[in-house]
């Protein structure tokens, strides 16, 4: 997956409370770990899922009208069987 924000940009602060079981396992590699970027990465993929989300949400009519065409015309290119 390729990340969609600038990871050298001026770093914010973020407050996160987490199950302390968790952090205790997490414990003995905690020098192994670089938290905060693992936390960017793993809020860039959710952000690229509920943009892509909501992408498919605001456009769900006409992606479902070109279904419909499709379905009625078939795919452009099926007369010369390279599909």
Request: glycine letters at 4%.
């Amino acid at each position: 997956m390729q990340t969609n924000y600038a990871a050298a940009s001026k770093k914010g602060r973020l407050s996160l409370s987490i199950n302390q079981e968790l952090l205790d396992r997490f414990e003995p590699y905690k020098k192994q770990v670089n938290f905060s970027a693992q936390a960017e990465l793993m809020l860039a993929r959710m952000l690229e899922e509920l943009e892509n989300r909501s992408w498919a949400e605001r456009n769900a009519d006409m992606l479902a009208a070109h279904g419909a065409d499709i379905a009625k015309t078939g795919l452009a290119g099926t007369e010369f069987e390279r599909i």
